[in-house]
């Protein structure tokens, strides 16, 4: 079975700086997809940025970029001249390529922008 | 496009009773998908529907939850004789079935068991 594993229940950045969210997932497959998503207080959770595992190069949307390394199992998130919008919890996701059914979710990261 | 929907968004019900939960996805995306998610986790697979057909339950889903989703439309979620540990939230989704953009999450419903 997949596990997805974040090892940051809470991040703080200050406001313009950048911050990176960890991620690794256990997995046999080798093609795969990773996701970031962003869940404000009390709102609907919405999709970042998604990275197919045969692609070496890293996704990029915006200020938002991943750090992906297939070997080491491992998918961060980087967030560039963060701003006080981006506060939220965010949660990697794991979902097989050829059985598109169900993700497996992180259990998340909060993260804090000071201003 | 006005996005998913769910209702209600809140529903406050006594232990043993039943419930029902309705979502509407996106037109155009024909995979549905319900999560629930409890405080300080993150969401736990309950179910998809590709089209009207159910293709996949989790089997951490009693026989008490069922899931309906007529003519390939909207769904429902029932939890039938609730228990204190059913209190969360519990999310809906959609997506393409050709095109893995990810999920289009709806605003969930938070289910408290008194």
């Known amino acids: 079975a997949q596990t997805v594993t974040q090892s940051q229940p809470e991040m703080s950045v200050q406001e313009a700086e950048t911050v990176t969210l960890s991620c690794t997932y256990d997995?046999?497959?080798?093609?795969?997809?990773l996701f970031w998503y962003k869940q404000p207080p009390s709102r609907q959770m919405i999709l970042v940025i998604r990275?197919?595992?045969?692609?070496?190069q890293n996704a990029t949307e915006n200020r938002f970029s991943v750090n992906f390394q297939k070997a080491a199992k491992s998918f961060s998130l980087k967030i560039s001249d963060s701003q006080l919008g981006d506060a939220a919890m965010y949660f990697c996701a794991y979902r097989n390529f050829t059985n598109a059914g169900k993700s497996t979710f992180g259990d998340g990261t909060t993260l804090t922008v000071k201003p | 496009d006005t996005g998913v929907s769910q209702n209600p968004r809140h529903k406050i019900t006594k232990r043993g009773q039943n419930v029902t939960f309705r979502c509407d996805p996106i037109?155009?995306?024909?995979?549905l998908y319900w999560y629930r998610q409890t405080l300080g986790q993150g969401p736990e697979f309950l179910t998809y529907?590709?089209?009207?057909?159910?293709?996949?339950k989790s089997r951490l889903l009693s026989d008490r939850f069922s899931a309906e989703r007529p003519k390939g439309s909207f769904s429902t979620l029932e939890i039938q004789r609730t228990e204190q540990g059913d209190s969360a939230m519990y999310l809906c989704?959609?997506?393409?079935?050709?095109?893995?953009?990810?999920?289009?999450f709806g605003s969930g419903t938070r289910l408290t068991v008194v």
């Open positions: 529907f590709q089209n009207e057909a159910q293709l996949e």
């Open positions: 989704a959609s997506s393409y079935r050709d095109r893995d953009y990810g999920y289009t």
């Open positions: 997995t046999s497959e080798s093609d795969y997809y």
């Open positions: 037109s155009e995306h024909n995979r």
């Open positions: 990275q197919e595992a045969y692609k070496q």
